[in-house]
């Protein structure tokens, strides 16, 4: 009943939205599709002064449903802010989008996969797994450029790891992978032929993911010793 009333309080939420703006969302929901990023900014600077606020819960919805990619919106928000602003904007959006979307798959899908879990040893090995050692394994994820989120949303809500590892990986793995994207969306629409910045970001990204491999590969030793 619980879950029955929360997803009419979602389908009420578009219901008064329309209400109150018939045209906003076949409107944005087109633009979402052609995924024109020169459209999307221009779209998100016709609201002047909310145009921050717009964007970021444009880039919030966008993260927490999983469609259309995140690069389009980061891309755009550089355009209109500027780099370093755009970037931040975007990793900070991203993150309460993704844990929206975490949120609501582990509240209406969790107890279903538990149940699927506990019949297979296989599962449940890899579920106590995720529990341990998913903040590193999601925060290597999270820094991979151009890596579905929807599928790390719906693998994190059907895993044992904890909101608060969850928040904290995504955050900081989205640093690495939406300033990769944004900065090679940025400088192919603006033609810029000066590549350091791409590549001092890629090398930063590299070393991050490395160090967190390595540290999840050190960790995974040291508690397999402890077991022993």
């Known amino acids: 009943m619980i879950k029955i009333l929360a997803a009419l309080l979602i389908a009420l939420l578009f219901l008064i939205i329309h209400l109150a703006n018939p045209a906003l969302l076949p409107q944005?929901?087109?633009?979402?599709?052609?995924?024109?990023?020169?459209?999307t900014a221009a779209y998100i600077e016709s609201f002047g002064a909310w145009a921050v606020l717009f964007s970021f819960l444009l880039t919030l919805f966008v993260n927490a449903i999983g469609f259309p990619p995140a690069i389009i919106f980061s891309t755009a928000n550089t355009l209109i802010f500027g780099i370093a602003p755009g970037i931040f904007l975007s990793c900070v959006a991203e993150t309460v989008g993704v844990t929206i979307s975490f949120l609501l798959l582990r509240f209406f899908f969790r107890d279903a996969a538990k149940t699927v879990i506990v019949k297979s040893k296989t599962l449940s090995n890899l579920d106590k797994y995720s529990g341990r050692r998913g903040f590193v394994v999601m925060l290597i994820a999270r820094m991979v450029p151009y890596f579905p989120s929807g599928i790390l949303n719906a693998l994190g809500a059907l895993s044992a790891l904890?909101?608060?590892?969850?928040?904290?990986?995504?955050?900081?793995?989205?640093?690495?992978?939406?300033?990769?994207?944004?900065?090679?969306?940025?400088?192919?629409?603006?033609?810029?032929?000066?590549?350091?910045?791409?590549?001092?970001?890629?090398?930063?990204?590299?070393?991050?993911?490395?160090?967190a491999w390595m540290y999840e590969r050190c960790a995974a030793k040291a508690a397999e010793k402890i077991e022993k």
């Open 28 to 39: 944005l929901f087109g633009m979402l599709a052609r995924g024109d990023i020169r459209e």
């Open 162 to 211: 904890s909101l608060r590892d969850y928040v904290i990986a995504s955050f900081i793995g989205k640093f690495p992978s939406t300033g990769i994207e944004a900065i090679i969306g940025h400088d192919t629409i603006t033609k810029q032929d000066e590549p350091t910045r791409l590549i001092v970001v890629c090398v930063l990204a590299v070393l991050l993911i490395a160090g």
